[in-house]
Nanobody, 115 residues
Framework: QVHLVESGGGLVQAGGSLRLACAASGSTFSANVMGWYRQAPGKQRELVALARSVGSTEYADSVKGRFSISREKSENIVYLQMNSLKPSDTAVYYC?????????WGPGTQVTVSS
């Protein structure tokens, strides 16, 4: 089992920035993928960004150029730096950990962007 702890959500004005963090502990394999997903009210959960342990990253088109994902691989910590935030970024953001042992989700952290 992998336990995920998220931090960094909150309320920010449009154009502002927030940084989310997620730490994984437990039965973490060295080969893994850590990422962030979000779910807005009435919408499906969607991928925001992910970072593989080998170093590659992926971003949703809607956040490219504004968000940046990074990780401390040795500590299984992943960060999401969110700049130029828009009201459409308002959602609950969930950390995700994927490896050969399975998939785990964090409890979620609310991000609210006011116009």
């Amino acid at each position: 089992q992998v336990h995920l702890v998220e931090s960094g959500g909150g309320l920010v004005q449009a154009g502002g920035s927030l940084r989310l963090a997620c730490a994984a502990s437990g039965s973490t394999f060295s080969a893994n993928v850590m990422g962030w997903y979000r779910q807005a009210p009435g919408k499906q959960r969607e991928l925001v960004a992910l970072a593989r342990s080998v170093g590659s990253t992926e971003y949703a088109d809607s956040v490219k150029g504004r968000f940046s994902i990074s990780r401390e691989k040795s500590e299984n910590i992943v960060y999401l730096q969110m700049n130029s935030l828009k009201p459409s970024d308002t959602a609950v953001y969930y950390c995700n950990f994927l490896s050969l042992s399975g998939q785990s989700w964090g409890p979620g952290t609310q991000v609210t962007v006011s116009s």
